[in-house]
């Protein structure tokens, strides 16, 4: 297998390469995905002076001279410039802070930057330098994990600053790492900071389609590329998938949770993905939903055939539902007035009822007795896999889906859409 991650100039170590770690081919598209990289404990030997013992002999309580216990040596410190001792410098820099809690001099910005990259670098010099020492010994892989997330995390700090040097390196650690060891922890380390970097990349640059493809794409290669990370895979799927339905990404989203589905079925997350895949792709599908009334009713959707629903689910702490409600007042004066039906996630039965009492929603309002099926348990909100609130849909007159991503803020102007796009 050809790992697919970017084939860009070599700055990982010499050394890896001449073990057999360099440049994979170039990929047909890239990403980068959305867990933290996984922190690998070290033991290292310690240093600390033990605590000092009897000296000479004692006296048991039979009268019988007693040896004293020997004072524990203490251990060698590593030697300098040994992997050890490289180590236990990365820890105590990344331990130090850049400005003296304790000085009362100020410190700009500009310079606070120019130490903390200084000390990213630092951490990277001394990472590469363990990492030559110890590629080729078994019995200090714990070590080259350990250095492997270090130089992770400043690379990834120093890319997120924009520091396009550190971003090419990224791709190319993890290239290097996954051809030496597809199975390792350190594998999995460097690929989960590209999937880290796509995340944060993401957020940053909201409106900039590409990386929000690139995060999805490096949660896809980290589940593809790791199939015995599962946990790690489908959590960083998921989150792909969830950011992707904030950016309205619909297509995206699907692609995320369809690989868990397929890649890891019988994971425990898994189930919590089936409905919202399921929500996703049910536009233009008939719509199952019942449930009982607050009122002591119930209501099924079959109860509006020949007419349209706007179905919202929604919480009394949710700030958007006035917007709601004063466009629900206008499409009630509309000559294409909608049935509502309206699905509380409360868990607090009280805290719906002080709502309603000051505003008053017309349709149905489904709630159920049960405290164990409210909030998150409810179960038409687990059924279709709905994370947020307000989740609006609207219901054509035969009972299809036409549209189950209605915007709270933009409500009256995707119903007209909707029912145009029928007409």
């Given amino acids: ?41 070290v033991s290292t030997t310690s240093t600390s002076t033990p605590l000092p013992t009897a000296s000479i002999s004692s006296t048991s309580s039979s009268g019988v001279m007693v040896p004293a216990p020997s004072e524990p040596a203490a251990a060698p410190a590593p030697a300098e410039g040994s992997s050890d001792w490289n180590l236990r410098k990365i820890a105590e820099i990344k331990a130090t802070p850049v400005v003296d809690p304790d000085s009362l001099t100020p410190v700009s910005d500009e310079e606070i930057a120019k130490r903390e990259r200084e000390k990213q670098l630092k951490v990277i010099e001394l990472s590469t330098a363990i990492l030559a020492q110890t590629h080729a010994d078994k019995e200090k892989e714990m070590v080259f994990n350990a250095a492997v997330h270090a130089l992770s995390e400043s690379r990834l700090e120093l890319a997120l600053a924009g520091d396009q040097k550190q971003i090419d390196s990224l791709y190319d650690d993890a290239t290097s790492l996954f051809k030496r060891d597809p199975k390792s922890v350190a594998a999995a380390t460097s690929a989960g900071a590209l999937v880290k970097l796509a995340e944060k990349c993401a957020q940053k640059n909201p409106d900039d389609p590409r990386w929000l493809q690139e995060y999805v794409n490096q949660a896809n290669l980290f589940a593809l590329s790791f199939p015995h990370e599962s946990n790690r895979a489908v959590v960083g799927l998921m989150n792909a998938g969830k950011f992707c ?79 709601v409600i004063a466009q629900v007042k206008q499409l009630m004066s509309s000559s294409n007035r909608p049935e509502f039906v309206w699905v509380c996630l409360d868990q607090d039965e009280t805290a719906m009822d002080k709502f309603l009492e000051g505003s008053s929603l017309p349709g149905r309002q489904v709630f159920y007795s049960n405290a164990e099926q409210r909030g998150i348990n409810n179960p038409l909100a687990r059924y279709y896999g709905v994370q947020t609130t307000p989740t609006i849909w609207l219901v054509g007159k035969d009972g299809t889906v036409r549209n189950c991503h209605l915007s709270a803020t933009k409500l009256i102007e995707d119903v007209r859409a909707a029912n145009a796009a029928t007409e």
């Fill in 1 to 41: 297998m050809v790992h697919p991650y970017r084939h860009l100039f070599v700055t990982f170590l010499t050394a890896l390469a001449a073990a057999g770690c360099g440049q994979a081919g170039a990929p047909a598209q890239t990403a980068a995905v959305a867990q933290t990289p996984a922190k690998i404990s």
């Fill in 245 to 323: 339905e904030t950016r309205a990404a619909w297509d995206q989203a699907v692609s995320c949770y369809k690989t868990i589905l397929e890649k890891y079925p019988n994971n425990p997350l898994s189930g919590q993905v089936v409905g919202m895949a399921r929500r996703l792709s049910m536009t233009g599908q008939p719509l199952q939903f019942a449930g009982p009334t607050a009122d002591g009713g119930d209501v099924n959707i079959d109860d509006f055939k020949g007419k349209q629903v706007l179905i919202t689910f929604w919480k009394s702490t949710d700030e958007s539902m006035p917007a």
